[in-house]
């Protein structure tokens, strides 16, 4: 962990955000989270390359209306070219009823699922039971990207395109240990509070999604399904966000020094989430990181980890057949 810390500072402090990406005319992106932070400045950029329709998934109608208001304002696009879309991933229900509606558009050239959480409070989620925090950055999150891929696929046949669905992850799954991987169930441990600090829970998640993403970007390749899409998981590194509103230690506690000194610019942290949506073919199943592929932790690729991974996504499995019967079916 402390070799990660070190990786992840010099990196913060020499690595230079990507300031170039290719116009995007008649093309269509869904962003979730989209109406702060990272989110907000990836859905500008989009509009500004000239995107035709961006689609803000957020859990507040009216915090979504002030975003599109701001991306116009600085744009000076059409209104029509922006949608604010109603998503909150602590509810299944409305997970469902976006990826739902998401059938209607014409076509879909990306997504990414920017949403996410960092608590530092335990709660549950009133739907499933499950802590917050794994309920939004993983299992909710995983579900969406299940739910779309049949319009993907179908937008790939009809217009000859590959469309890139991409979630967002973080350096900071490297940061972390994983001794939930041994017991019965992960993911009743996961939700003992009694069992839990709040003050990993983030990375935990960020862990435990790097494994769905491996599993399902696997399951894909092998799946034979025709149309094709790149299914890739991407890290800005540490940055100012909307991230970061329920941690108090970012502005005023212990955390506070590390940000002043070495965290991005939500501008900055936005134009390395970007390069997820520009990748090719090749970049299906890659993790990419300051806006370049590699491998996940050493943890991640070991022995243990894998094994880790197919427990993990089994019992991920098994939570979202409970909610949306035959949705493994999908990848």
């Given at each position: 962990?402390?070799a990660?810390?070190?990786?992840?500072?010099?990196?913060?402090?020499?690595?230079?955000?990507?300031?170039?990406?290719?116009?995007?005319?008649?093309?269509?992106?869904?962003?979730?989270?989209?109406?702060?932070?990272?989110?907000?400045?990836?859905?500008?950029?989009?509009?500004?390359?000239?995107?035709?329709?961006?689609?803000?998934?957020?859990?507040?109608?009216?915090?979504?209306?002030?975003?599109?208001?701001?991306?116009?304002?600085?744009?000076?696009?059409?209104?029509?070219?922006?949608?604010?879309?109603?998503?909150?991933?602590?509810?299944?229900?409305?997970?469902?009823?976006?990826?739902?509606?998401?059938?209607?558009?014409?076509?879909?050239?990306?997504v990414?699922?920017?949403?996410?959480?960092?608590?530092?409070?335990?709660?549950?989620?009133?739907d499933?039971?499950?802590?917050?925090?794994?309920?939004?950055?993983?299992?909710?999150?995983?579900?969406?990207?299940?739910?779309?891929?049949?319009?993907?696929?179908?937008?790939?046949?009809?217009?000859?395109?590959?469309?890139?669905?991409?979630?967002?992850?973080?350096?900071?799954?490297?940061?972390?240990?994983?001794?939930?991987?041994?017991?019965?169930?992960?993911?009743?441990?996961?939700?003992?509070?009694?069992?839990?600090?709040?003050?990993?829970r983030?990375?935990?998640?960020?862990?435990v999604?790097m494994?769905?993403?491996?599993?399902?970007?696997?399951?894909?390749?092998?799946?034979?399904?025709?149309?094709?899409?790149i299914?890739?998981?991407?890290?800005?590194?540490?940055?100012?966000?909307?991230?970061?509103?329920?941690?108090?230690?970012?502005?005023?506690?212990?955390?506070?020094?590390?940000?002043?000194?070495?965290?991005?610019?939500?501008?900055?942290?936005?134009?390395?989430?970007?390069?997820?949506?520009?990748?090719?073919?090749?970049?299906?199943g890659?993790?990419?990181?300051?806006?370049?592929?590699?491998?996940?932790?050493?943890?991640?690729?070991?022995?243990?980890?894998?094994?880790?991974?197919?427990?993990?996504?089994?019992?991920?499995?098994?939570?979202?057949?409970?909610?949306?019967?035959g949705?493994?079916?999908?990848?």
């Amino acid at each position: 962990m402390a070799a990660a810390f070190g990786k992840l500072f010099y990196r913060q402090l020499t690595v230079k955000a990507p300031d170039s990406f290719p116009q995007v005319p008649g093309k269509t992106y869904i962003i979730t989270g989209a109406n702060s932070g990272l989110g907000l400045e990836a859905a500008r950029t989009l509009s500004r390359l000239n995107a035709a329709k961006l689609i803000l998934g957020v859990r507040t109608i009216s915090k979504g209306e002030e975003a599109k208001q701001s991306i116009l304002a600085s744009t000076k696009r059409d209104a029509s070219t922006i949608e604010v879309w109603p998503l909150d991933l602590n509810s299944y229900s409305s997970v469902i009823e976006f990826a739902q509606r998401c059938e209607t558009l014409d076509r879909i050239d990306g997504v990414l699922e920017n949403a996410g959480v960092d608590l530092k409070k335990f709660e549950k989620s009133a739907d499933s039971g499950d802590e917050l925090t794994i309920k939004t950055n993983v299992l909710s999150t995983v579900l969406l990207g299940i739910l779309l891929l049949p319009k993907l696929r179908d937008v790939s046949l009809r217009y000859g395109i590959v469309p890139i669905l991409s979630m967002v992850s973080s350096q900071v799954h490297a940061m972390v240990k994983f001794p939930e991987a041994k017991d019965p169930n992960i993911f009743d441990t996961l939700n003992d509070e009694k069992k839990t600090k709040m003050s990993e829970r983030y990375f935990l998640s960020k862990l435990v999604l790097m494994f769905a993403f491996r599993e399902m970007s696997d399951k894909m390749t092998a799946s034979g399904k025709k149309g094709k899409v790149i299914f890739n998981n991407v890290a800005p590194g540490l940055c100012y966000s909307g991230l970061h509103r329920n941690n108090p230690d970012i502005e005023a506690g212990p955390q506070a020094l590390m940000m002043k000194t070495i965290a991005r610019s939500t501008v900055d942290g936005s134009a390395f989430v970007l390069p997820a949506l520009f990748v090719g073919e090749d970049g299906h199943g890659k993790y990419i990181n300051d806006g370049k592929a590699e491998e996940p932790s050493s943890y991640v690729r070991s022995k243990c980890g894998q094994e880790a991974q197919k427990k993990v996504w089994k019992e991920i499995m098994q939570k979202l057949e409970a909610v949306s019967p035959g949705v493994e079916r999908l990848i």
